[in-house]
């Protein structure tokens, strides 16, 4: 039988039954607290007394407790979901539960370093198809390496938060000269967001790369195509992609998520050892991207899965370790954009709209190539359980105009 909680809200139609139990921040006037999701409640950590260290959860973020260790995680799910489901707790815990509705939620964690990936193969051949032609797409390294490149925690923000259309060098194919301006190509990634729970130093195996990974997040890479287009080669994306990045307010623990793994794609080439993995690395998350033109509903403009990947966020993380790098407790690794085979699956408005040729219709008789000012774009993503999903909650953010040029930034 399905395992219910006593919060009745859990067991109906939530992202956030007592199966999944993740981890935010949230702000209910009281200034922002380390809380857990439970149906339409949120359980206060601060207030609970569930035998655990006070100062597990006494700064608002969950790094105490992913530097506490994986004994330490599994011990607090099985303590939590103890607590939620039986019955016998109701009367202690219920006078820590605080509403969803009305509350402010912050960044789950303090994001120590960023880092995103381009792990979609589908979104790979897409996007190299635009830029550099069919016969070029697939770089000759992709099948061989996880690539990434570093990003900037700076810019990692919470659901909910505005975003101002980037500013830029922007030169066209036809131009003799870049010029600075709003970008004009703005757009969305859809991605999954691993959160890391422990740090290393030196070579990590992808297994120990598992044992690391604390959870998952939706993560949207706000991508400007046009500024990226001029600046990317050769060492990659670098403004195109710093204004902003926004992660869903909670962390699903990579323990909730365990019953729902799923097997990469086939290998084309074969896998160094340092890379490989035993095991389903993946998981069976089914994903949304959907847009709302200011006033109006949304359209869902794009469904995908997290399968679709084709480098695991383990192997990901193994590939970062393997310099030498050290990774740190709270560094998040973007999967890179996921993009199923079908044209409706695509998770970014440049494959939808194919470089703007073909824009995507989004309701109200309006499309889109790019994204325009006060469009609001929402992520959703669902593991289907028997009887229950594990959801995310909402990533969403609004696009607002770009700040004013000075004069001294005018030609
Ligand atoms: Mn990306």
């Not at 979901?81 to 539960?97: G, I, K, M, N, Q």
């Not at 609001?376 to 993503?381: A, E, F, N, Q, S």
Request: charged letters at 20%.
């Amino acid at each position: 039988m399905t395992l219910a909680s006593w919060v009745e809200s859990a067991n109906g139609d939530t992202d956030f039954p007592v199966q999944n139990l993740p981890y935010g921040v949230f702000d209910a006037g009281l200034g922002p607290r380390c809380g857990v999701a439970i149906g339409d409640q949120i359980l206060d950590m601060t207030e609970v007394e569930l035998g655990f260290e006070p100062e597990l959860f006494s700064e608002p973020a969950w790094n105490r407790v992913m530097e506490a260790g994986p004994a330490l995680w599994a011990d607090l799910r099985a303590k939590l979901t103890e607590v939620l489901s039986d019955e016998s707790y109701r009367e202690r815990v219920a006078p820590c539960l605080v509403p969803q509705q009305g509350v402010k939620m912050h960044l789950p964690f303090r994001v120590a370093e960023y880092t995103d990936f381009y792990a979609g193969k589908h979104h790979a051949t897409n996007v190299g198809t635009m830029f550099r032609g069919a016969e070029n797409a697939l770089p000759p390294n992709w099948l061989s390496i996880p690539i990434g490149y570093n990003g900037r925690a700076s810019s990692v923000v919470v659901s909910g938060t505005p975003v101002h259309r980037p500013l830029g060098q922007l030169k066209g194919p036809d131009d003799d000269l870049p010029r600075f301006g709003p970008s004009q190509r703005f757009d969305i990634e859809l991605e999954m967001g691993a959160v890391v729970g422990q740090p290393s130093s030196g070579l990590v195996s992808v297994a120990q790369a598992e044992e690391m990974i604390f959870g998952y997040v939706l993560l949207n890479d706000w991508s400007a195509r046009d500024i990226q287009s001029w600046e990317y080669q050769p060492l990659g994306p670098f403004q195109a992609k710093a204004t902003a990045t926004t992660i869903s307010p909670w962390i699903v623990t990579a323990a909730a998520l365990e019953p729902f793994r799923a097997e990469a794609p086939p290998r084309e080439r074969p896998v160094l050892p340092y890379l490989r993995q035993e095991g389903p690395g993946l998981y069976d998350i089914a994903l949304e991207v959907a847009i709302a033109s200011a006033g109006r509903d949304e359209t869902v403009i794009a469904r995908t899965n997290m399968r679709e990947l084709y480098w695991s966020a383990a192997q990901q993380l193994a590939h970062h370790a393997s310099s030498g790098c050290p990774m740190r407790v709270g560094d998040l690794l973007g999967s890179g954009t996921i993009s199923g085979p079908t044209r409706d699956s695509r998770g970014s408005l440049l494959e939808l709209s194919w470089g703007g040729k073909e824009p995507v219709e989004i309701g109200g008789g309006q499309s889109r190539s790019f994204i325009e000012d006060n469009d609001t774009l929402i992520l959703r993503g669902q593991a289907q359980g028997d009887g229950y999903w594990v959801g995310f909650g909402p990533c969403t953010g609004t696009v607002l105009p770009a700040a004013p040029l000075p004069d001294w930034a005018k030609e």
